[in-house]
């Protein structure tokens, strides 16, 4: 049954905002695919809308062209990604089970700190790091930025595993303990299972967010050859002179969406569920 | 007895790792930046620094090009734009979805999230493609209803509105995800109560359904407001705060003084202004989501 | 296994806490805590597993002091109220887990699993998941679970609690005979006093924290030691009146033939199966009929007071509402409390009053 009951110019008004939308959402993507995916004669002034042939010619160019970025920056981004992830993850999930089960009497308080830190953007961080950093000798490590990394997506980690292990009824843990299962094996085979849908989360946006990063590596690593993508692909924009090479920097920004876009089509139930309530902290 | 000392210690040893973390790489950072902010620490000198007070806070507020008060206002008219047209794009798209079937609302809000998955980087340079005079499709849009051409991102007049529409896009998304859910938990009854009662659906969402949603929207309101507030990467890959400082907000600023110039003491002066309205901002947003959490439970 | 709990005091805010609680559980006896939601019972049985830590008390297992072992070493069996099934295990790996937490060999536990399931008559069911299983299904994997081990003693927390009325009284039955052939030491928690009286040995009524009566159902029905059991157990509730206030006519009247004019202090308690009507020499008038079933329960005004009695249907339909009715109250059925105390008091044949010194609690432990 429908909640409420619109007339026909409601509908209408309904349909044309939902496909109004849908275009502002879409067209940037399936403009960066058009440009990424056509031979790069066809990228000029007057432009086609709709390309006369497809090639990937673009992406072949960009990972292993004479004038491309390589697949380093895509392994280090991945790298970062990943790491922080299991970072994040394990952290994340100890910080979030003490909260969640132990009735101390300064956890409340500590978990309204960890909301308020999840709060914080990253932007705020640059340059408390590139100081710290080069005080002391993280600067330029891939351990520094990794640590960087988790430790900014590890207060909503918190958040949400102390959320997690809430939903997990604490019967189960007592049942276990009754059967005659230690501390160990209680957290090996019947918490962390249960826990598993909220640790994949956790860790999913973590990776999201590393790979994603493009103002701390901008700032903490000097080196070429283990800067991620988003820092790499800068070099397909000459600042002046307006020398962009579209199909390159829209071929490596096509490259970049595969993995989140896949993660996120995997994960896109649990993560608009759960990030709703992330999504409300971090933004 | 040992087994009651050790089970008060085990939170505290399972939390050691994450706080650390988080002290060591989240908080420390910070303190370290109000204590550089009072130094005449530069890239070059670090150690052995020269405590200078609130110098650095006064050059900051009495620099030129640009202004302090300038960048302070692009910041503003950047946040503002970038709040307001979030929350009403995803308010209002929430509205339009919750008559929907729930099955369809999802499948929409998953293609409508798209973008808060992306990096902020590649939004920025999306978005500088759409606008690029040669071949960006933002000028076609216009020249369908007779408009244009315009240099989106060198004309003074319109590279503002053109990051804020790009940053719109970037956190419309989320405003809408937090928006829906909350629309999704009211009840229903209030609502037919509504229809039994005669108002119009119109009448029934000013009345009923914002009301109930106050909250989720106060704080859906403040994540835009800080995000807003932080942008970095978007603008950094779409205009490095030009032309001329003309979308030079405290973000840009900061790295900047900091990175660019070389002036640890105004960088970390700018970032602790920046960091003491975001924590101001996420206390409020604290005290909101406390307060309505204790209504819940 | 004997279970022994000496002086179990447990401060929680006013909830749940527990006051110098002694309870003794013979080898095979199953004894029911039963009371109202808050009185300790739960907290009693969190005790006994060790998950509750108490402020002063200890449990003893054969004579063994258990207090400070971990739940996990004290070889319990449990089965909660919503049963806590692993719900990411199969029902075999669900009823295996405390055989596997015990290291025992896989094919050793593999024929122990077959076994129980068995006899629990889930052995079909062992390779599905918690979630396919009905209410009745998942009690059973539960107990099979609590079982396996063999564990020294079983508690049972509310284990019917979540099952539909018919269902219930088929499990409790199942229970009952499942821990007599076992011979196995068992605390039965719950709310329903008729459940307590149907399966246990001895039914310890709990209230405020403490033991207030300890004996065997038919004992706590016949001769209640204390008001607050008499009112407990049984169905519908019974009639109490007092001689100190407005029902202070009929108390009188009911009791004359005990004490005389005597009684000041007393509270009178009769069974409404006791009062008979349409026979006796007192005169009420029929202000309301339900029909239970094979009963009616038939309200009586008499002054200010009103008698509850229960009439079999059949009779009952001849009684209309505003009828004058004879009644009559046979003294040997009357329970007899000390006012300020509950204390269940006894007349002795010179007319003087006994009461019930100190048994609170402790009465009927003969056994």
């Not at chain 2, 509105?161 to 937090?178: D, S």
């Amino acid at each position: 049954m429908d909640l409420v009951r619109l007339s026909t110019l409601q509908r209408i008004l309904r349909a044309a905002a939902v496909a109004l939308a849908l275009a502002f959402a879409l067209l940037p993507l399936l403009w960066v695919l058009s440009i990424a995916l056509r031979p790069g004669s066809q990228s000029l002034y007057p432009i086609s809308i709709i390309p006369t042939s497809l090639t990937l010619d673009n992406v072949v160019g960009v990972l292993f062209g004479s004038n491309g970025i390589g697949l380093a920056p895509y392994r280090n981004a991945a790298f970062y990604g990943l790491s922080s992830a299991v970072v994040t993850a394990v952290a994340s999930t100890l910080g979030g089970y003490a909260l969640a089960r132990y009735n101390m009497k300064s956890g409340e308080a500590l978990l309204i700190v960890v909301l308020a830190l999840s709060f914080l953007p990253s932007a705020s961080r640059i340059v408390p790091l590139f100081i710290l950093f080069s005080a002391s000798g993280l600067y330029g490590t891939s351990q520094g930025v990794i640590l960087a990394y988790a430790a900014g997506s590890t207060p909503l980690g918190i958040w949400l595993m102390a959320g997690a292990f809430r939903q997990i009824p604490i019967r189960l843990e007592q049942a276990a303990r009754i059967d005659g299962a230690g501390s160990l094996l209680t957290m090996r085979r019947v918490i962390l299972p249960l826990a598993v849908p909220g640790i994949l989360v956790v860790a999913t946006l973590s990776f999201i967010d590393g790979w994603n990063s493009f103002s701390l590596p901008l700032v903490l690593i000097p080196k070429a050859d283990v800067q991620p993508y988003t820092v790499a692909l800068q070099r397909y924009i000459q600042e002046i002179g307006y020398g962009i090479n579209w199909p390159l920097l829209a071929a490596g920004s096509l490259v970049a969406l595969v993995p989140v876009l896949t993660v996120f089509a995997i994960l896109q139930r649990r993560l608009v569920r759960v990030g709703g309530l992330g999504g409300a902290i971090r933004g | 007895m040992a087994r009651g000392a050790l089970r008060r210690a085990t939170p505290w040893l399972l939390l050691a790792l994450p706080l650390l973390l988080v002290f060591l790489f989240l908080l420390l950072p910070y303190l370290l930046t109000f204590y550089y902010a009072t130094t005449n620490a530069t890239i070059g000198r670090l150690i052995n620094v020269e405590e200078v007070g609130l110098k650095n806070l006064q050059l900051v507020l009495a620099s030129h090009a640009p202004a302090f008060l300038g960048v302070l206002g692009i910041t503003a008219v950047f946040t503002a734009g970038t709040l307001f047209g979030s929350l009403g794009l995803g308010t209002g798209l929430a509205l339009a979805l919750h008559t929907v079937s729930p099955g369809v609302r999802s499948a929409l809000l998953a293609v409508y999230l798209i973008p808060w998955v992306i990096a902020a980087v590649i939004i920025g340079y999306t978005w500088r493609l759409m606008y690029d005079p040669a071949i960006g499709l933002a000028n076609d849009v216009l020249g369908a209803f007779g408009l244009g051409p315009v240099d989106w991102l060198t004309d003074k007049a319109t590279t503002m509105a053109a990051l804020v529409v790009a940053n719109i896009w970037a956190g419309y998304g989320i405003v809408l995800l937090v928006i829906s859910g909350a629309l999704a938990n009211v009840p229903p009854n209030i609502i037919l109560a509504g229809q039994v009662d005669g108002a119009s659906y119109g009448r029934i969402v000013r009345k009923v359904i914002l009301p109930a949603i106050r909250p989720t929207f106060l704080l859906a309101g403040l994540v835009a407001l800080v995000s807003g507030l932080n942008t970095f990467d978007l603008i950094y890959a779409m205009t490095r705060g030009g032309p001329l400082y003309q979308t030079e907000t405290m973000a840009l600023e900061m790295y900047r003084l900091t990175i660019q110039k070389g002036n640890i003491g105004q960088g970390a002066a700018v970032t602790a202004i920046l960091f003491t309205i975001s924590l101001a901002l996420a206390i409020a947003y604290v005290v909101i989501w406390r307060r309505e959490a204790r209504k819940w439970t | 296994m004997r279970l022994d709990i000496q002086g179990l005091t447990v401060e929680y805010g006013q909830v749940g806490a527990v006051h110098d609680l002694n309870l003794t559980v013979a080898h095979g006896e199953l004894v029911a805590l039963v009371g109202p939601s808050g009185c300790g019972k739960t907290t009693t049985l969190g005790f006994i597993t060790g998950f509750i830590r108490a402020k002063a008390g200890r449990v003893l297992f054969d004579g063994v002091d258990v207090t400070g072992l971990a739940p996990q070493r004290r070889g319990i069996g449990y089965v909660f109220q919503d049963y806590a099934i692993y719900p990411h295990m199969t029902v075999r790996e669900n009823i295996r887990f405390p055989l596997d937490a015990a290291k025992m060999e896989r094919k050793q536990a593999e024929r122990d699993v077959d076994e129980i399931a068995g006899l629990m008559g889930v052995g079909g069911l062992l390779a599905r998941r918690p979630q396919q299983l009905s209410g009745g299904q998942r009690q059973r994997v539960a107990l099979a679970r609590a079982l396996v081990k063999k564990p020294v003693i079983l508690l049972l927390d509310e284990p019917l609690s979540n099952l539909d009325a018919h269902l219930r009284v088929e499990v409790r039955a199942e229970i009952r005979r499942l821990q007599l052939d076992l011979k196995m030491t068992t605390v039965f928690v719950t709310h329903d006093q008729s459940e307590a009286m149907a399966i246990a040995d001895r039914v310890a009524v709990m209230s405020n924290g403490n033991i207030v009566a300890l004996t065997s159902p038919a004992t706590l029905y016949v001769r209640p030691p204390s008001l607050f059991s008499a009112q407990f157990i049984g169905s519908p509730q019974i009639n109490v009146w007092a001689i100190d206030g407005p029902d202070e006519a009929l108390a009188r009247q009911v009791v004359r033939p005990l004490v005389g004019d005597g009684g000041a202090g007393l509270l009178v308690g009769v069974r409404p199966e006791h009062v008979q009507v349409k026979s006796g020499d007192q005169v009420a008038t029929v202000t309301l009929t339900e029909p239970l079933g094979r009963d009616s329960l038939v309200h009586l005004a008499a002054g200010p007071s009103t008698i509850r009695a229960l009439v079999p249907t059949e009779a009952a339909t001849h009684l209309q509402v505003g009828e004058q009715v004879p009644f009559r109250i046979d003294p040997a059925h009357l329970h007899l409390f000390d006012g300020p105390t509950g204390r269940r008091v006894e007349i002795d044949p010179a007319g003087g009053r006994v009461v019930d010194a100190g048994t609170e609690g402790q009465d009927g432990l003969a056994s």
